[in-house]
Every structure is written in C-alpha cells, then in structure tokens.
C-alpha cells in the first residue's frame, strides 16, 4: 500500500475516480480503460501510474497487453489508517476524562457511605 499522501493524490482526480470505479466492475485492458475517455494513452498511462504508484491498482502482462486491477480495500485501509492517527489523541484524551468521571463518582460514593 503507498503512503497516505500518493492516495489523496490519485483520488483527487476525477478521471482516476472513473478508472477505480471501472476496475471495480472488474479487470480491464489498459486500451478498453483509454477507449472510454477522450484522453490521449499517454495521459491515460500517466493515470494508471499514479494509481498503481498509490498502491490502488495493479497491473499484469498478458501477452501484448497490459492488464489492470483494482487492489481491493486499499483505500479503506489507507483512511483507516489516517483516521486512527488523526483521532488518536482524542481517543485517548476521552478515555483519560472517562477514568476522571468514574474516580470521580467512586470518590463521591464512597464519601455518601461513610456519612
């Protein structure tokens, strides 16, 4: 999987959007992606590179043609990834008030049962 900033990247681009969402349905030839876009095939490729760069999509050889696929839960994995690092701080910050409440109402319980 490529680091987090290359994925931003790749799915930025509307034109790398469709392409993931067309290799959702399923592997494609680098021309079948290119015949759907009014693109030249260098920019296409430049597309495909970014994808495969971010860690989206793979390619393989067969024979004359270059296929492509979608690498499955790749961009779930990365936003997961960001998020738990994002709110990592927040998670903790809010378990440490929870512990804070809990001691809080146990020293209060214990000082009503000692009245």
Do not use: N, W
């Not at 969402?21 to 495909?48: C, N, V, Y």
């Not at 990834?81 to 319980?109: I, P, V, Y």
Request: aromatic fraction near 4%; hydrophobic fraction near 35%; include cysteine.
């Amino acid at each position: 999987m490529g680091d987090l900033g290359k994925v931003f990247k790749a799915i930025a681009d509307g034109t790398r959007r469709e392409i993931l969402q067309m290799l959702r349905e399923g592997d494609l030839s680098a021309g079948e992606i290119a015949a759907k876009f009014d693109l030249t095939k260098p920019a296409i490729s430049h597309h495909l590179s970014v994808l495969k760069e971010a860690g989206l999509a793979v390619e393989r050889r067969e024979g004359q043609q270059i296929i492509y696929s979608l690498v499955e839960d790749s961009i779930l994995e990365a936003m997961d990834g960001f998020m738990a690092k994002l709110c990592s701080h927040a998670r903790a910050r809010r378990d440490e008030q929870k512990q804070k409440r809990a001691k809080s109402r146990d020293t209060k319980r214990d000082k009503e049962s000692a009245s």
